[in-house]
């Protein structure tokens, strides 16, 4: 057990005899305790902000080494890890929060932890650890936790509906476009009855013979005859 400003945190002796955590390695059970025990843990239950590299160093290992082991614990279900927002969520936490003073503390570290769903997630956990039953510790949770936590919906909301918006638009302009590019395809029309008569025509002039060039060119005898030149002899004058 230790304490962080008038809050104890504790790690269950059970854990021992918990099956998901005695099968695991060595490694990953120290990475366990590591998240449990160590400084990194902060002051608020059950959530921790780091990451491979930093255990990695603390531990003395590689950071695929420690990856691995944050996935066991991911698969053990005794985790749970948002990689990208480097925040990981302990499902067995305990710990003591006799007044409203270490809750408003404990929202303090809430509102720094990285948005994710694990962070949302863990309000419902956090909530049976403090157990809010007097009027004094139901009248801090309802003006942090709870107002917190109805705050976030609204934003949710918001943001689903914006995106419902955004997807209706991107419909209506695909539909556009597709209207769009049907128009500027030219349109193949039937052949009617008068395209009929007309080629029928012209496919029988195709079947004529086409004529020979003795038959285009006049032959020597049918042209007139040449008249023979005069020729003038000019005298000089005398």
């Known amino acids: 057990m230790s304490s962080a400003n008038g809050s104890a945190f504790l790690v269950d002796a059970r854990i021992w005899d918990d099956e998901r955590f005695y099968k695991l390695s060595d490694i990953a059970q120290n990475v366990y305790f590591y998240l449990t025990t160590s400084r990194v843990r902060g002051r608020l239950p059950g959530l921790v902000v780091t990451g491979p590299a930093s255990i990695a160093e603390a531990l003395r290992r590689t950071v695929d080494v420690v990856r691995d082991a944050l996935r066991a614990l991911v698969r053990a279900t005794l985790v749970e890890w948002d990689e990208e927002s480097r925040v990981i969520r302990i499902e067995q936490c305990t710990a003591s929060c006799p ?19 694990l962070k949302w997630k863990h309000l419902a956990t956090l909530r049976l650890i ?16 709870e107002q917190a936590e109805l705050e976030h919906k609204r934003k949710r ?7 419902k918006q955004r997807a209706a638009k991107r419909a209506e302009m695909d539909m556009l476009a597709a209207q769009l590019a049907s128009d500027d395809m030219p349109t193949v029309r039937r052949p009617s009855v008068d395209d009929c008569q007309l080629a029928l025509p012209i496919q029988e002039a ?29 005298r000089p004058k005398t």
């Open 99 to 117: 007044n409203q003073y270490i809750m408003i503390r404990w929202f303090a570290d809430f509102e720094s932890i990285p948005d994710c769903a």
């Open 130 to 145: 403090v157990n809010p039953t007097t009027p004094k510790m139901l009248q801090a949770w309802s003006e942090t936790f």
């Open 157 to 163: 909301k918001l943001e689903e509906e914006e995106e």
């Open 206 to 234: 195709r079947a004529l013979p086409m004529p020979s060039l003795s038959d285009v060119v006049p032959k020597e005898a049918d042209l007139p005859a040449r008249v023979p030149a005069q020729v003038i002899h000019l």
